[in-house]
């Protein structure tokens, strides 16, 4: 079975400096997908980033982007020039194999001070 | 944008209750999830749903739950009994393919309390 880990439950970081949140997971799957979601005090779920793995190159979307390390089953998250607003839990998640569902992490917690 | 509705944003229920949470899907999507969120805890599925009927379900969706497209709009999830441990953040998710590259859509979630 597929399983997601994130080792930070809480993270803090300064406007303007870079963050790096970190996901493991494991899997015997060759194909799938990782995923960095965000979910702000609105409770609304947003997808932030998405990482083929067989894609070697790393994703990236404006200010986030990740490290991909598919030997180490390492998935981590940079946002560069943190802002008030990249305050929320942020979930990793995989996907892939013959199943449709997204399985989640238990979530970091950034709070991005003034 | 179009987006994924939920409704109610809040409900409360005594235990042994039915409660019944709607949620709209974006309206060219095709498929359709329930996922919940135990406060403090990660985001588990429970359930997806396609060409009305479930194409998958998760251990935690027992007897208790179902799930329903009534019309061409709503897509519903339904606790027969409700018990204290079904108290969650509950996300309606909608995609229109599968597939990785079709990004899953959530809702902004129905809080169930249970009391």
């Known amino acids: 079975a597929q399983t997601v880990t994130q080792s930070q439950p809480e993270m803090s970081v300064q406007e303007a400096e870079t963050v790096t949140l970190s996901c493991t997971y494991d899997?015997?799957?060759?194909?799938?997908?990782l995923f960095w979601y965000k979910q702000p005090p609105s409770r609304q779920m947003i997808l932030v980033i998405r990482?083929?793995?067989?894609?070697?190159q790393n994703a990236t979307e404006n200010r986030f982007s990740v490290n991909f390390q598919k030997a180490a089953k390492s998935f981590s998250l940079k946002i560069s020039d943190s802002q008030l607003g990249d305050t929320a839990m942020y979930f990793c998640?995989?996907?892939?194999?013959?199943?449709?569902?997204?399985?989640f992490g238990t979530g970091t917690l950034l709070a991005v001070q003034p | 944008e179009p987006e994924v509705t939920q409704t109610p944003s809040h409900q409360v229920t005594q235990m042994g209750q039915e409660v019944i949470l709607r949620c709209v899907p974006i309206?060219?999507?095709?498929?359709f999830y329930w996922y919940r969120q135990i406060l403090g805890q990660k985001v588990e599925f429970l359930v997806s749903?396609?060409?009305?009927?479930?194409?998958?379900k998760s251990e935690i969706f027992d007897d208790q739950f179902s799930v329903e497209r009534p019309d061409g709009s709503n897509f519903t999830l339904k606790i027969r009994s409700t018990k204290l441990e079904d108290s969650a953040m509950y996300f309606c998710?909608?995609?229109?393919?599968?597939?990785?590259?079709?990004?899953?859509?959530f809702g902004p979630g129905t809080r169930l309390t249970v009391l």
């Open positions: 998640a995989w996907y892939g194999g013959a199943t449709n569902k997204l399985i």
């Open positions: 899997t015997s799957e060759n194909n799938y997908y």
């Open positions: 990482q083929e793995a067989y894609k070697q």
């Open positions: 309206s060219n999507h095709l498929y």
């Open positions: 749903f396609y060409n009305n009927e479930i194409s998958e």
């Open positions: 998710a909608s995609s229109e393919y599968v597939g990785a590259t079709n990004e899953q859509f």
